[in-house]
């Protein structure tokens, strides 16, 4: 087996493990939404709450809704952004192209405020270990591309 193919093996493993690890998470708190939202705001689930973040309003308004309805409104946000995105690829130029780009920006500044609510409430530092996994990985792809 080559470095490559290990390597791949190795991610589609931990990627096993995290996904039968959610499953796990998820399952626990399918008993009715009110146990799973207190378990999320006890800190119950995996990825306790962080208590760290420069911006409380990020955390006041997390605390408010809940896990569930932002996970909800993040599914509504992406919707929006999605939107946003095939409209600005439609529109060529002029006053429309304008009001399209700035659509886009709202749209994606609301899914990024939606997005460091979830990561608060789900675990900031298991989140981030993601990121920073998905971005060196990225960066090997480069990588490859370039020594092609």
């Given amino acids: 087996m080559n470095l490559h193919e290990?390597?791949?093996?190795?991610?589609?493993?931990?990627?096993?493990a995290e996904s039968e690890a959610?499953?796990?998470t998820m399952n626990t708190f399918k008993v009715n939404d009110d146990v799973a939202e207190q378990a999320f705001r006890e800190g119950l689930a995996e990825g306790k709450k962080d208590k760290s973040d420069k911006?409380?309003?990020?955390?006041?308004?997390?605390?408010?809704?809940g896990v569930l309805n932002q996970l909800e409104m993040m599914i509504e946000e992406s919707a929006e952004?999605?939107?946003?995105?095939?409209?600005?690829?439609?529109?060529n130029s002029g006053e429309g192209y304008k009001k399209a780009y700035k659509?886009?920006?709202?749209?994606?500044?609301?899914?990024?405020?939606?997005?460091?609510q979830l990561r608060y409430m789900i675990g900031k530092d298991?989140?981030?270990?993601?990121?920073?996994?998905?971005?060196?990985?990225?960066m090997r792809r480069i990588s490859d591309e370039n020594t092609d």
């Fill in 22 to 24: 959610f499953e796990r």
């Fill in 81 to 91: 952004l999605t939107q946003a995105i095939c409209k600005l690829r439609r529109v």
């Fill in 126 to 138: 298991d989140i981030d270990r993601i990121i920073n996994e998905k971005l060196d990985r990225q």
């Fill in 55 to 65: 911006d409380q309003r990020i955390k006041q308004i997390a605390d408010h809704y």
């Fill in 103 to 116: 659509n886009l920006k709202e749209e994606l500044a609301d899914v990024i405020v939606v997005a460091k």
């Fill in 6 to 16: 290990l390597a791949v093996e190795t991610a589609e493993k931990q990627e096993k």
